[in-house]
């Protein structure tokens, strides 16, 4: 007998098969979902429907997860701009600080008023600094003021004169909470200090809107400059405009992370061509560091031979005696990109990190050690 010599059975047959969307799609309560399985096991037209649904419905609904790739955002613009051209276009040398900036702000503008009040640990040579985000942001609008002048705009932070030493602090203990007096870490958190009792009492968006405001200024009016010539004085070292610019998008992106640790929100590194600018800045100023350790060589100085692997993949040559070069290469020390990159900000142990070491081991350990020295807070 059909379903149409049993007018019931059709009814049920009907009332069934208007289930079988809401099945392929896991959203039949349970009963009605024993039923329909009971059901199917007896009605082959109704099984061979409910099948091409579940697959279909899996198509629809892949395994992914819906947040996008990280690099989207960038393919999106990418794409933009080959059909439109920039008015004023990024020089390369900027581009790293406005994408961090922009990155972090991102990562801002998803806090919640309990987020704005966990506190961030920034690690670096001289201790630790604990600050809640905005009071990073402070930090880091103090900071990127030292490229202000230069550009034409106003320094955010009121009554600081910079100190022009251009040194890194020979010795500067791990476990010290306070700067040494005169040395880059005192110049820089003296601005911090000056800039965060202003902002005493702000809520913390207008705090995150200076930032970025200043930031989109630096940004402007470094595309008016693209061939970064100008020098910026940061008080440890004279730099040019365009190292400025990739020493401010390590930061933020350093501290950017910090703070993505202290509210445990995902953060992605820094784009592969990014990320090179900015280990090639570490390893020209890793000479710096080497030299405020040891008296200087004369003559002919050893090197040490540093492969960087990962996406910022290259290779440099170290001066270890001072900033002579031609002598012997004695050494050679391989680590991944990110890695150096972390150990420069010491967020790494310089003696527990993995690297692989060939030749002086002396001479790679005080690579490694002299690596922190460049942090600051």
């Not at 955010?156 to 251009?166: E, L, M, R």
């Not at 005169?182 to 809107?209: H, Y």
């Not at 692997?309 to 440099?316: D, F, H, I, K």
Request: negative net charge; glycine residues 8%.
């Amino acid at each position: 007998m059909t379903h149409q010599d049993d007018p019931a059975a059709e009814l049920r047959h009907e009332a069934y098969r208007s289930l079988l969307g809401a099945w392929a799609l896991d959203a039949c309560p349970r009963r009605e979902a024993a039923e329909l399985a009971q059901h199917l096991a007896l009605c082959p037209d109704c099984a061979e429907e409910a099948t091409r649904l579940r697959n279909a419905a899996g198509r629809l609904s892949p395994d992914e997860p819906l947040d996008p790739a990280g690099s989207l955002r960038q393919q999106v613009l990418d794409w933009c701009l080959a059909r439109r051209p920039p008015q004023l276009p990024v020089p390369d040398w900027a581009a790293p600080y406005a994408t961090e900036t922009a990155k972090l702000d991102a990562l801002l503008r998803d806090l919640g008023p309990e987020e704005w009040q966990e506190v961030a640990e920034l690690p670096w040579y001289g201790g630790v600094q604990r600050w809640r985000p905005a009071e990073v942001l402070g930090h880091l609008t103090a900071v990127d003021g030292y490229l202000a002048p230069g550009l034409g705009l106003p320094d955010p932070v009121p009554g600081t004169a910079t100190t022009a030493a251009v040194r890194v602090p020979a010795q500067h203990g791990p476990t010290s909470r306070a700067p040494v007096q005169g040395s880059p870490a005192a110049g820089v958190l003296e601005r911090t200090t000056r800039l965060l009792a202003v902002q005493t009492g702000l809520d913390p968006g207008t705090v995150r809107a200076q930032w970025r405001r200043q930031g989109h200024a630096l940004v402007r009016s470094a595309a008016l400059r693209p061939q970064g010539g100008a020098t910026v004085d940061f008080g440890f070292a004279r730099l040019p405009l365009r190292d400025a610019f990739v020493d401010r998008a390590f930061e933020c992106w350093v501290h950017g992370d910090d703070i993505a640790r202290a509210v445990d929100y995902p953060y992605p590194p820094p784009l592969p061509r990014h990320l090179r600018l900015m280990v090639d800045l570490a390893v020209r100023m890793l000479p710096l560091a080497l030299a405020a350790t040891r008296p200087p060589v004369a003559g002919p100085g050893r090197v040490l031979r540093l492969v960087i692997e990962g996406p910022a993949a290259g290779e440099w040559l170290i001066p270890l005696d001072g900033f002579a070069t031609g002598g012997p290469q004695v050494a050679e020390l391989v680590l991944d990109g990110l890695e150096f990159c972390n150990l420069v900000a010491a967020h790494r142990d310089p003696d527990r990190i993995p690297a692989g070491q060939y030749g002086d081991r002396a001479a790679i350990r005080d690579v490694l050690r002299a690596a922190p020295l460049l942090s600051r807070p």
